[in-house]
């Protein structure tokens, strides 16, 4: 038996066959070319075509994963519209006179070598992207004949990497799964994999030959462990292990419909996070009794250029006629760190995460942030919306917010523009800084949102995007506990209502601590709706 250890991207417990990918292959070999017009115009073509194929993956895409997951197709036409890229790849045939095939691997592994040595985690993925974008046109070049994944039924299939493009191909009804020796969890990959509910693991660091193919394998969603040809007494106990997940969800069925109480009758609101209109089945799916956290800065980063005011109403009010009354928290921009946007011009920063992002941004470019908020004003008139400010670290940073949404308000108001009065309106707690003087900040708002991802990077000084210190990372450290509890009673103190909305929300180990606290509401991915209410079902605070 043989044992790897990777990173989970989607929980399961699966087991089957093992299948390795075979891409078709392409020639690279490099070759002298007399013509080098008629070379450069067959590269074009090649990348054309390419493009063609990429509109036509893309609107398949957003029937089967939704418009968030579906713009890396976007991006890769984009990326194949790129003139440094088009313009290395014309120079290598012109200058060195050789083919089309040599250029554009010449420059595949150019520009991916770029984005890996880079250091931002973002970036670093666009490498994977550029491999995928080369190959396609590479494929072109050779005869244009894509792969057959037909051929993989009923297995779990197994690869050096797989593009956001291959992965997409997968029929999710025969492929059991996938296990890649390289890859990340940030990556494109990854998140189609959880969006289309396939057990995977990513970045095992061994790479498997022909040797194991057939063979069984076991893969533990849960753990990020590959069991390749398993003796029977892990056998016995993966199967044991995936009776129990399957009763689980039988079991969490019981949940749906339900209100999320503990034993002794104290309410707490689940609801889930979404990134765009189209994640609202999702959360409906699952029973969420809301939206707790909207990131709205998807909308941006979706977008070749800043969106409208027309284009984000039409967004928010598309969301919250869906959720039909249920509370909709709409977090204002949170652009930077690690979400860049060409078209917003930033300059570069050693440390971005330190830098200028999120409410700064907003406060720095008023224009920009009164369009979003006139878009948010005019789409609270059709549903329950709250809006809530990000990365805050001062009273002043809160009174000048709020003095632009006042603004706003005023105008639609003159303009005879239909709003919520009443909107509420709140910050979310992502800083020391915040939380230490969060009794001055609650009396300036409605409610705070725990962001505890960001609030768990700056409490520990340890970037969240830096996996080489996971082995410091504590997202359970005393001190962030504390803050968190401070927090809460703060804000109750002036009579306002506390949620979380980070990843801690969704670890059940301190569910418990969290409602002994006093939280008020919990705001997870949809499918950890219900499996937290199961959690907060089973507490009693009496005892």
């Not at 995936?242 to 969800?249: I, L, P, S, T, V």
């Not at 509370?327 to 690690?338: H, N, P, S, Y």
């Not at 962001?451 to 830096?466: E, F, K, P, V």
């Amino acid at each position: 038996m043989l044992v790897v250890k990777g990173k989970s991207v989607f929980s399961g417990i699966t087991m089957g066959p093992l299948a390795l990918f075979h891409r078709n292959t392409v020639s690279t070999a490099r070759r002298r070319i007399k013509d080098t017009d008629a070379e450069v115009e067959r590269f074009q073509e090649a990348r054309l075509a390419s493009i063609e194929q990429l509109k036509d993956m893309y609107e398949k895409a957003v029937q089967k994963v939704g418009e968030e997951e579906a713009a890396v197709f976007e991006v890769h036409q984009m990326m194949l519209d790129d003139d440094d890229y088009i313009d290395n790849i014309v120079t290598l045939i012109s200058q060195k006179k050789i083919n089309a095939e040599a250029a554009v691997e010449e420059t595949a592994q150019q520009f991916s070598e770029m984005f890996r040595s880079m250091d931002d985690a973002y970036m670093k993925e666009r490498a994977a992207d550029v491999l995928d974008i080369s190959r396609r046109i590479q494929v072109q070049l050779c005869g244009g004949e894509a792969n057959d994944f037909s051929a993989y039924d009923g297995v779990f299939l197994a690869a050096d990497d797989l593009a956001p493009s291959e992965t997409l191909q997968l029929d999710t009804d025969k492929i059991l799964g996938f296990v890649t020796s390289g890859g990340s969890t940030n990556s494109h990959t990854a998140i189609l994999a959880r969006t289309l509910g396939i057990t995977a693991v990513v970045n095992t660091g061994t790479q498997l030959h022909t040797d194991v193919e057939g063979k069984t394998v076991i893969v533990d969603g849960f753990t990020g462990t590959v069991y390749l040809d398993p003796d029977s007494a892990t056998l016995d106990k993966m199967k044991k292990k995936q009776a129990e997940a399957e009763e689980r969800k039988i079991r969490l069925e019981a949940y749906r419909g339900k209100e999320s109480v503990t034993v002794d009758g104290y309410k707490v609101n689940v609801f889930a996070n979404i990134g765009n209109p189209d994640n609202v089945p999702q959360a409906l799916a699952n029973d969420a009794e809301g939206i707790g956290l909207f990131r709205s800065e998807f909308l941006y980063l979706e977008n070749a250029t800043y969106p409208t005011e027309e284009q984000q109403f039409e967004a928010y009010k598309k969301t919250v006629e869906m959720m039909e009354g249920k509370t909709v928290v709409i977090r204002t921009l949170d652009i930077g760190a690690d979400k860049k946007v060409d078209y917003f011009d930033l300059k570069a920063e050693e440390n971005p995460a330190m830098g200028m992002r999120a409410i700064r941004i907003c406060l720095t470019r008023p224009t920009l942030f009164k369009t979003q908020l006139r878009a948010l004003c005019r789409a609270s008139a059709y549903g329950k919306i709250a809006i809530m400010f990000p990365m805050i670290i001062s009273v002043d940073e809160v009174r000048r917010s709020r003095e632009l949404l006042k603004q706003v308000q005023n105008e639609l108001r003159h303009e005879g523009i239909a709003f919520d009065e009443s909107m509420e309106v709140g910050i979310m707690i992502e800083t020391p800084a915040a939380a230490l003087i969060s009794d001055e900040l609650a009396k300036e708002v409605d409610f705070f949102s725990i962001g505890s991802n960001d609030l768990t990077q700056y409490t520990l000084a340890i970037d969240r995007q830096q996996t080489d210190l996971d082995n410091f990372f504590n997202p359970h450290h005393p001190a962030l506990l504390k803050l968190i509890e401070m927090t809460v009673k703060n804000g109750h103190k002036e009579g306002i209502w506390v949620g979380i909305c980070g990843e801690l929300g969704a670890d059940l180990s301190l569910t418990e601590d969290f409602l002994r606290m006093g939280v008020d509401e919990l705001s997870v991915s949809p499918p950890a709706v219900l499996p937290l209410r199961e959690k907060i079902g089973s507490i009693d605070l009496s005892k």
